[in-house]
C-alpha cells in the first residue's frame, strides 16, 4: 500500500484548517479508507479535541520523532471509526522540536500502511509550515471569503509552487450564500479569480459545525448536514472522483459564473 | 605599533564555520591577540570551524602551521585561511587549507526568503535590457531589474514588481509597481488591467482609485508632475 500524504494548509489562523482535516479525514475513513490525520501544530495542538480524543493521548508526535515510542504507539483509534487514527502534536514543545526530515521518515513510514495520511499544519510559513509540507503529495489550502485570508493563501500557493508540492486545491470556507447574494462579500468567484487553482470544495457558514467541534464529533459523519456534506464532497473530490458543485448552495447567477471560471481555468491549463 | 585591541577581532558565523577578522597592526602581535580572544571565548567557540582572514600579512609555512596548532590546542579546527598576499595563499594551500569561501550571505538569503526569482543573474543587465517573466507573481514574490521588466501573468496583491526602466503587464496588475527605480521620469506601466496597490514611477507615488469603470488596457506615465494612467489604445 502506498498511501497518499495531503496537507492541510493556509497561511492565516482561524480558517478552519483544523476542522478541515478533522472532517476530511473522517469522511475518508467513513468512505472505507485507511486513515490517520496528523497534528503538525505542535506547541498548540486541537485536532485532538475536535476529534475528541484528547483524554486518550499517551504519546505524541515529538514522542516518535525523538525515539520514545514507535508510530503506531503514538496513534490513537477513532471513537467512531474503525479506519480512522490521530497522531497527536505535543503540547509542551515548540515547533523546533520537528524537522522537516523528520515528517518525511514518519510519513514514509505511515504510507505502507494508510490509503491517506492527512496533515493539519500550523498558520504561518515558518519552521512548522515547512514540516507539514515536506512530506505532501498535495496541499489543500484553507480560505475564507475575505480579503486578508484570500491574500495569505495567495503567499501560501506560492510558496507551495516552490517548493514544488503544487498546483494547490483550493477550499473556500465559510461561505455564506445570503451574503453573496447579496454582495456583500468577497464572491468564491472573486476568489477564484485571484487565485487560479483548482476549487475543490465550497464550505457553508455554520453554526452547526461550531456546535460538532466542541462536541468532538465531526459534522462530516452527519448524513443531513449540508456542511457534512460540503466536506463528504470534499474527500470525494481528493480520491478522484468528479463531484459537481451542488446547486443548493447559492442561486443560478452565483453557480454560472462559478462554473464559466472553472471552465475558463481547466482552458486556461491545458 | 606594539599594542594590538583585542576589540578589533571580529567573529561571525558564516555558512562554513566561522569567520575571523583581525585588525590592523603586526602579525605577532595580531595572532597573539587572537589566540587571547579564542580563549576567551573557548566553551562558546568550542569545536568551531575558523576561516581567518588574514588580510595582507605574509604568512610561511612553518608560521602558518605554528597558527594551526594554537588554533586546535584552543579547541577550535583552523578550516581556511584568506588573504590577499599570493605567499600566504599559497603556504594555506598546500597545508590543505581552504583559501576561498563562496559569499553564502545572499544563496542563505535567497533561500530564507523564499525568493524564487533568480535575482543575482539579473545583476550584470544593462538600463537597455529586459527581463521577461512568464508566470503569475503571487503575493510575497519580488521581480527586480535594472532594466525593463515584462510580465506575462497576473501581479497579485503583495507582489511587488520594481525596475530601472518600464513594466510591461500582459495581465492584471494588482501588486505594487516602481518603474524608473532609479529616477527616470520617463519610464511607463502599462497593463491590461491596471489597478495596483500603489504605482511609482521614479520619485512619484501614486495610489490609484480603488472606484473603476469598465476594464481596459492603460498606460501610465508621469507628466507635469503627476502621474496619469490613460487607456491603451491602438494607433
Known amino acids: 500500500m502506498t498511501g ?6 493556509s497561511g492565516k489562523g482561524g480558517v478552519g484548517k483544523t476542522t478541515a482535516t478533522a472532517n476530511i479525514s473522517a469522511a475518508l475513513a467513513d468512505m472505507g479508507h485507511k486513515v490517520v490525520c496528523m497534528d503538525a501544530d505542535i506547541g498548540l495542538r486541537n485536532l485532538d479535541v475536535v476529534l475528541g480524543l484528547e483524554n486518550r493521548i499517551v504519546y505524541d508526535l515529538v514522542d516518535v520523532v525523538e525515539g520514545r515510542c514507535k508510530v503506531r504507539q503514538a496513534m490513537i483509534r477513532d471513537k467512531r471509526l ?8 505535543a503540547q509542551t514543545r515548540d515547533k523546533n ?5 523528520d515528517m518525511v521518515r514518519i510519513c514514509d513510514e505511515l504510507r505502507q500502511d494508510f490509503d491517506y495520511i492527512v496533515i493539519d499544519s500550523p498558520a504561518g510559513i515558518e519552521r512548522g509550515f515547512k514540516n507539514a509540507i515536506a512530506p505532501a503529495d498535495e496541499v489543500v489550502i484553507i480560505t475564507n471569503p475575505e480579503v486578508s485570508a484570500v491574500r495569505d493563501a495567495d503567499r501560501i500557493i506560492g510558496l507551495v509552487e516552490a517548493e514544488q ?3 494547490a486545491k483550493l477550499v473556500v470556507n465559510r461561505i455564506n450564500t445570503e451574503m453573496v447574494e447579496r454582495g456583500d462579500m468577497l464572491a468564491v468567484a472573486d476568489v477564484l479569480e485571484l487565485l487560479a487553482v483548482e476549487l475543490i470544495g465550497i464550505v457553508p457558514d455554520d453554526s452547526a459545525v461550531l456546535v460538532s467541534t466542541n462536541k468532538g464529533a465531526p459534522i462530516a459523519l452527519e448524513p443531513k448536514s449540508k456542511t457534512g456534506q460540503a466536506f463528504r464532497d470534499i474527500a470525494r473530490r481528493l480520491t478522484g472522483e468528479e463531484v ?7 442561486n443560478e ?8 471560471l472553472i471552465g475558463t481555468k481547466e482552458g486556461r491549463n491545458a | 605599533m606594539t599594542d594590538v585591541d583585542a576589540t578589533q577581532i571580529d567573529i561571525k558565523g558564516i555558512r562554513e564555520g566561522l569567520l575571523v577578522t583581525l585588525g590592523e597592526g603586526d602579525w605577532p602581535q595580531l595572532e597573539q591577540a587572537l589566540m587571547g580572544e579564542l580563549q576567551r571565548r573557548g566553551d562558546f567557540l568550542k569545536g568551531a570551524k575558523l576561516i581567518i582572514n588574514v588580510d595582507a600579512h605574509e604568512l610561511n609555512v612553518a608560521s602558518m602551521s605554528r597558527l594551526r596548532d594554537q588554533v586546535t590546542d584552543s579547541g577550535q579546527l583552523l578550516w581556511g585561511v584568506l588573504s590577499s598576499s599570493a605567499q600566504t595563499e599559497r603556504s594555506a594551500q598546500l597545508m590543505g587549507l581552504a583559501t576561498r569561501i563562496h559569499d553564502g550571505s545572499r544563496e542563505a538569503e535567497a533561500e530564507d526568503a523564499e525568493e524564487y526569482y533568480e535575482e543575482a543573474a539579473l545583476q550584470d543587465l544593462g538600463p537597455d535590457s529586459g527581463i521577461l517573466v ?9 521581480v527586480h531589474s535594472p532594466g525593463h521588466i515584462t510580465i506575462i501573468g497576473d501581479v497579485n496583491p503583495g507582489a511587488e514588481v520594481i525596475a530601472g526602466g518600464n513594466v510591461v503587464v500582459w495581465g492584471r496588475l494588482r501588486g505594487l509597481v516602481h518603474a524608473g527605480a532609479n529616477g527616470d521620469e520617463g519610464a511607463i506601466v502599462c497593463a491590461m488591467d491596471l489597478a495596483p ?10 495610489i490609484p482609485p480603488s472606484e473603476r469603470g469598465e476594464i481596459s488596457p492603460e498606460i501610465a506615465r508621469v507628466q507635469a508632475g503627476q502621474v496619469i494612467a490613460e487607456n491603451w489604445t491602438l494607433g
Not at chain 1, 522540536?97 to 526530515?101: H, Q, T
Not at chain 1, 447567477?253 to 464559466?260: A, E, I, P, Q, T
Not at chain 2, 496597490?197 to 501614486?206: F, N, P, S, V
Open chain 1, 244 to 250: 459537481p458543485f451542488s446547486a443548493s448552495n447559492g
Open chain 1, 82 to 89: 474503525e479506519e480512522l487514527y490521530l497522531i497527536p502534536a
Open chain 1, 97 to 101: 522540536a520537528v524537522a522537516p526530515k
Open chain 2, 134 to 142: 512568464r508566470r503569475t507573481l503571487r503575493s510575497g514574490a519580488s
Open chain 1, 4 to 9: 497518499r500524504v495531503i496537507t492541510i494548509t
Open chain 1, 165 to 167: 508540492k503544487g498546483p
Open chain 2, 197 to 206: 496597490t500603489q504605482l511609482r514611477i521614479a520619485g512619484h507615488i501614486a
Open chain 1, 253 to 260: 447567477g452565483f453557480l454560472g459564473r462559478l462554473s464559466k
